[in-house]
């Protein structure tokens, strides 16, 4: 397969539009450049073509491995061809998935907003309104409930992880999931469904968390070591960009694909690059604040957890640990059970 | 300590704490300790790095300890692992 950089490309894209908007005769007359690098004879064939190379671009993580571009690029990239790639069920064997979000964002203060869609653990979007300065020119990312259903009834894990600023300096890595967020404008179509101003966002898709799989599905111990082994791999990469993750808890490492091979660790809204040159220990060493462990299971509790005043890196690395406090004190499924009723919004209070 | 007793002779029933020595604990259960103990070790600067090579050769060595167990390569006595 052909691989196309992402400059010719927007080449493509521009003398493409160029040709539609300034010659009426479009249909008969084809940029002969593209039509010889395409090998094509019509302009249907040649959108179709067009098309069908932009998709396979995006959404063939083979392509930005040895290349990836910038956020901007991608953005640019996409914005024009993006609307014809919706998620549908054809979609449902890509490695990435498309999500519209909603046009009208919601401005409002308040805590960190948590849907449950099917009440499934990982069916959970999560969206931080007062983080304006994550959210960049996406005041708040409000997903449209019918693509969640969509994304449910595709099998796919609809873990939506919003957009971080961060995310644009961390270096490109397989085993980070990119996040794509753009917003593409266009002219309001009379047949067609769609808005005119589209929000859209495009995610890896990625297996189950960590979390869900080690209280789920039953796994062998040593498979959880494997896991623990790999998540420390994990944090000591990203650490050494200087990026703190800051909730790197084992429900936001996941696997890649299924429910074995590589993980993966989403979830970077609470992610910061540690700058070296501030003095953290100057403000106690608190440099974000976590909620504090009600978790009465844990047989190892330091003194900076239980004061929520986190050390950076070493946070991290002890929450992600964690999964091996699991595996050594949970072992029934009725305190498991328990542990989760405790845990559940609705249902902590209920009694057996 | 009564959990990972339980764990490593998990016919027995109820320990009392005091009852457990290190020299009696599974070097698997030590491990576990090693990582949780190097994972929340304390440290005055709060940007210092925690030690990533010592966690992650322990989990190495679960690994490796739990598959010699298991393919019977080992003389120590197997223990149930959930």
């Given at each position: 397969m052909v691989c196309f950089s992402p400059s010719y490309l927007s080449y493509m894209r521009i003398s493409h539009s160029f040709f539609l908007v300034t010659v009426g005769l479009a249909s008969?007359?084809?940029?002969?450049?593209?039509?010889?690098?395409?090998?094509?004879?019509?302009?249907?064939?040649?959108?179709?073509?067009?098309?069908?190379?932009?998709?396979?671009?995006?959404?063939?993580?083979?392509?930005?491995?040895?290349?990836?571009?910038?956020?901007?690029?991608?953005?640019?990239?996409?914005?024009?061809?993006?609307?014809?790639?919706?998620?549908?069920?054809?979609?449902?064997?890509?490695?990435?998935?498309?999500?519209?979000?909603?046009?009208?964002?919601?401005?409002?203060?308040?805590?960190?907003?948590?849907?449950?869609?099917?009440e499934m653990p990982d069916t959970v979007i999560k969206y931080h309104l007062y983080c304006k300065s994550d959210l960049?020119?996406?005041d708040a990312i409000v997903l449209e409930s019918f693509f969640m259903e969509k994304l449910a009834?595709?099998?796919?894990?609809?873990?939506?992880?919003?957009?971080?600023?961060?995310?644009?300096?961390?270096?490109?890595?397989?085993?980070?999931?990119?996040?794509?967020?753009?917003?593409?404008?266009?002219?309001?179509?009379?047949?067609?469904?769609?808005?005119?101003?589209?929000?859209?966002?495009?995610?890896?898709?990625?297996?189950?968390?960590?979390?869900?799989?080690?209280?789920?599905?039953?796994?062998?111990?040593?498979?959880?070591?494997?896991?623990?082994?790999?998540?420390?791999?994990?944090?000591?990469?990203?650490?050494?960009?200087?990026?703190?993750h800051g909730d790197a808890h084992w429900g936001n490492f996941a696997f890649k694909s299924g429910k074995t091979g590589d993980l993966v660790l989403l979830d970077f809204g609470r992610s910061r690059i540690i700058n070296e040159a501030v003095d953290y220990a100057a403000n106690g060493g608190k440099i974000q604040r976590f909620c504090k462990n009600v978790d009465n299971l844990h047989i190892f509790n330091s003194k900076w957890e239980m004061?929520?005043?986190?050390?950076?890196?070493?946070?991290?690395?002890?929450?992600?640990?964690?999964?091996a406090q699991w595996q050594f004190t949970a072992l029934d499924s009725e305190s498991i059970y328990s542990q989760w009723l405790k845990r559940h919004p609705h249902k902590r209070n209920i009694k057996k | 300590m009564i959990l990972t007793e339980a764990l490593v002779y998990p016919n027995k029933g109820h320990y009392d704490a005091g009852d457990v020595h290190a020299d009696k604990l599974d070097p698997?259960?030590?491990?576990?300790?090693k990582i949780s103990a190097a994972a929340a070790k304390e440290n005055s600067n709060p940007l210092a790095k925690p030690e990533y090579d010592v966690i992650i050769d322990a989990f190495r060595e679960i690994i490796l300890l739990l598959d010699r167990r298991l393919t019977g390569k080992s003389d120590e006595i197997i223990f149930r692992i959930v």
């Open positions: 008969i007359l084809i940029d002969p450049m593209e039509r010889t690098l395409l090998g094509v004879n019509s302009q249907a064939e040649l959108e179709i073509e067009i098309d069908k190379r932009v998709t396979d671009t995006i959404l063939n993580p083979s392509h930005r491995v040895h290349s990836q571009p910038s956020w901007y690029k991608w953005s640019t990239l996409t914005q024009e061809y993006i609307p014809k790639c919706l998620i549908d069920e054809s979609y449902k064997g890509n490695e990435k998935v498309l999500v519209h979000l909603s046009e009208n964002p919601i401005h409002r203060a308040g805590p960190t907003g948590v849907f449950s869609i099917n960049d020119y996406l009834r595709a099998g796919i894990c609809p873990r939506v992880h919003y957009y971080s600023d961060y995310m644009q300096r961390i270096p490109h890595h397989p085993l980070i999931p990119q996040l794509l967020v753009g917003k593409v404008k266009r002219r309001k179509c009379r047949r067609s469904h769609q808005p005119a101003n589209i929000r859209f966002m495009i995610m890896d898709k990625v297996g189950i968390s960590v979390g869900s799989w080690a209280r789920y599905h039953n796994p062998t111990f040593i498979n959880v070591m494997r896991a623990g082994a790999q998540m420390i791999v994990l944090l000591k990469k990203l650490h050494s960009w200087n990026v703190l004061k929520s005043c986190n050390p950076a890196f070493r946070d991290d690395v002890y929450r992600a640990v964690q999964i | 698997v259960i030590m491990l576990l300790y």
